[in-house]
């Protein structure tokens, strides 16, 4: 659902050049363009139904907004074996947070504004499950065994305070073809680790950089042990 923007948040800040075009600023010129059927409009809800419960057992994948409090957002993939959105009630959901790269960007704007909306993906599906709540940061619970994956606790995890819940229709995914492997071309981009020699790494050495970015040695690194809390 919208949210209301302080007028900090909500100025606009387009670039020079950008400015004239015809731009929509207003609730009523969006309307223009059509308003959902009411079954639609309807169908967000507050708490979590043993359908929702399913699909969260069968998504490995979540993709996870978060904003800090003047308006900059962020959002991150977040992958584990199916079941990643870990259910303690109808309320409520548990992330589990792996080992990574410690930017922990979405995490600073959990820790000054709590709100997060997230997308979860089943492989294969075209429709996706969508949830937003409220987010809190915990070191431990008894739920932290019930994350165990190979032998490891999570890092961290994220208790989602749900607010509204509801599915979101296929026709992105299906105009993406997003699971047609017809329509895969992942050669046709420069290698993660070519693009980090262009742009983060460029001063480091090239067959280092290849080393570090072997898709082997990350598969290794995917559960690593647990480190120290503080």
């Not at 309807?42 to 708490?47: I, Q, S």
């Not at 989602?160 to 047609?180: G, N, S």
Request: glycine residues 6%; hydrophobic residues 40%; proline residues 10%.
């Amino acid at each position: 659902m919208a949210a209301t923007l302080s007028p900090d948040v909500s100025a606009p800040r387009f670039p020079d050049g950008y400015r004239d075009l015809p731009t929509v600023t207003s609730t009523e010129q969006l309307e223009a363009f059509g308003v959902p059927d009411p079954a639609v409009r309807d169908k967000v809800r507050d708490r979590l139904h043993p359908l929702d419960k399913d699909w969260l057992a069968a998504s490995p994948l979540v993709f996870v907004g978060t904003a800090s409090p003047d308006g900059r957002c962020d959002v991150s993939p977040k992958g584990d074996p199916a079941g990643i959105g870990h259910v303690l009630d109808e309320h409520t959901l548990v992330l589990p947070e792996r080992a990574g790269n410690k930017r922990m960007d979405g995490f600073h704007n959990i820790l000054a504004n709590p709100h997060v909306g997230l997308v979860f993906v089943i492989p294969g599906r075209q429709d996706t499950l969508r949830v937003n709540g409220v987010a809190q940061l915990v070191t431990d619970g008894p739920f932290f065994d019930d994350l165990v994956v190979k032998g490891h606790r999570p890092l961290l995890a994220l208790v989602v305070h749900v607010e509204e819940v509801f599915y979101h229709c296929p026709k992105a995914l299906m105009r993406a073809k997003a699971w047609d492997p017809a329509s895969w071309h992942p050669e046709s981009v420069a290698r993660y680790a070519d693009v980090a020699k262009q742009l983060w790494r460029a001063g480091d050495d090239p067959a280092a950089v290849d080393e570090h970015y072997r898709d082997e040695k990350y598969a290794a690194e995917l559960y690593p042990d647990l480190v120290s809390r503080p």
